[in-house]
């Protein structure tokens, strides 16, 4: 199944999109950019060049994906969250070559109006609450929230909270699948991983 493109959206030549990756309304993705299968570009997104997009992306309107980033397989941004690639803009000083990458691993989700400010790494399935600022690296399974963001709690690769401290040692399991989690100081692993995928 080739990629579904709306008659308003711009894809340039060159980008490449994967079997059924949907581009919605005004969207544009520039002729550099890499796009994974069965990813869903959502109203007003924006995609640069030097982007690279798993397969099974969610993201949501009006967002931009600058530059420099990464996003690994079924990574959700909400609607309106927001990237940087630039620490220090000014608009008279020109920083190209001081771009800052961002890489967020697979599963992960940024909740709607998050900041990620760039040069950091979010963990797999870490979970960024609407309207955080996420100005350092986030560990996998990480609940992060505020401004800037910290580390409130734990959540599964199904994306229920864990009962479990946000540091200390501890083991719980997903309310939903039961996969168990252990929590080593600031460290959350799957402790038997299932040996199938998690259900949509």
């Known amino acids: 199944m080739d990629a579904e493109i709306h008659s308003s959206a711009f894809v340039d030549a060159g980008a490449t999109l994967g079997d059924g990756t949907r581009v919605w309304h005004f969207a544009h993705v520039c002729a550099g ?3 994974g299968a069965g990813c869903s570009l959502g109203q007003n997104v ?3 060049n030097d982007v690279r997009i798993g397969n099974r992306v969610k993201i ?10 990464t996003l690994e397989d079924e990574v959700f941004c909400g609607p309106s969250m927001v990237f940087t690639n630039v620490y220090n ?3 008279g000083v020109t920083r190209k070559d001081e771009y800052r990458p961002t890489l967020v691993r697979r599963g992960a989700t940024l909740g ?3 900041t990620i400010v760039c040069g950091v790494t979010i963990g797999e399935y870490a979970f960024i609450a609407a ?7 986030v560990p996998a399974f990480a609940l992060m929230a505020g401004v800037p963001a910290r580390r409130i709690g734990w959540m599964s690769r199904h994306g229920e909270r864990l009962a479990l401290p946000p540091s200390g040692r501890a083991e719980a399991a997903c309310p939903h699948s039961g996969d168990r989690y252990r929590l080593d100081g600031a460290r959350c692993v799957l402790m038997a991983p299932p040996a199938f995928p998690i259900p949509p």
């Open 60 to 69: 949501q309107n009006n967002v931009s994906v600058y530059d420099a980033v």
């Open 33 to 35: 950019a890499h796009i």
């Open 89 to 91: 803009p000014r608009a």
């Open 131 to 137: 309207g955080a600022v996420v100005n350092r690296d």
């Open 112 to 114: 709607a109006n998050a």
């Open 46 to 48: 924006f995609v640069a």
